[in-house]
């Protein structure tokens, strides 16, 4: 399980925010890339349709697998009261068969994704990651060096925080505690220069405002 908010950022203005966020979260800059495949199941999985992804993280020294469910969001009343989004998530390290595998049983390739940016790692009050990345697809299957941006004047942002059953509740606190900090000050980069989707569209509003 995990908690989750989503957003975007103007290319212009990723530098700038990139120098917020070590002022802010007091931890080194690690860089991303990441080689993101999306399979779905095949029709001899059943009529149920599911869908995994495989993380290829290609920063140095060596390729790491990861592969990744991601569940439905928590909804009802509960829901309604958390600024953030709660999810269920399943994940695990793999080796670099793990796509050989899921072909295997069925799955086949939905699309492909390179993202390229930073995260920043830390601790407060939940252990947060936030990530900057931009999403660059491929002109040939797995053709990672030739990637171009989908959309280059705009960027991703995620915060995310891993949660459980007993405890969501105060890492989603914990989470709209820091966009408190984080929200005035990105907003004040550029009027409307960074723009939150905080439940996948259907409640969005602008970071500043999260209750």
């Known amino acids: 399980m995990e908690c989750v908010v989503q957003g975007i950022i103007e290319t212009q203005h ?7 966020l070590q002022g802010l979260c007091g931890a080194p800059k690690e860089r ?3 080689h993101e495949l ?53 994940e695990s390290k793999v080796s670099n068969a793990a796509l050989r595998f899921f072909y295997a049983l069925g799955y086949k390739l939905d699309h492909e994704l390179l993202k390229v940016g930073f995260a920043f790692r830390f601790h407060r009050g939940a252990h947060i990651t936030v990530t900057v990345t931009s999403a660059n697809k491929m002109p040939k299957l797995h053709a990672t060096e030739e990637a171009v941006p989908i959309t280059p004047s705009i960027q991703m942002v995620e915060i995310m925080a891993p949660a459980a059953a ?43 405002h999260v209750k």
């Open 166 to 208: 007993d405890n969501y509740n105060e890492v989603a606190s914990s989470v709209t505690c820091f966009l408190r900090i984080f929200g005035p000050a990105v907003t004040s980069l550029k009027t409307g220069g960074f723009y939150w989707d905080c439940s996948y569209g259907s409640r969005c509003c602008c970071l500043s």
């Open 14 to 20: 990723v530098d700038a925010l990139e120098t917020l």
């Open 38 to 90: 999306c399979l779905k199941s095949g029709p001899n999985l059943g009529v149920v349709p599911s869908e995994v992804r495989i993380l290829c993280d290609l920063a140095p020294p060596s390729p790491s697998w990861t592969v990744r469910h991601v569940g439905g969001a928590m909804r009802g009343a509960g829901a309604e009261q958390i600024s953030v989004l709660v999810r269920t998530v399943v």
């Open 32 to 34: 991303l890339r990441v």
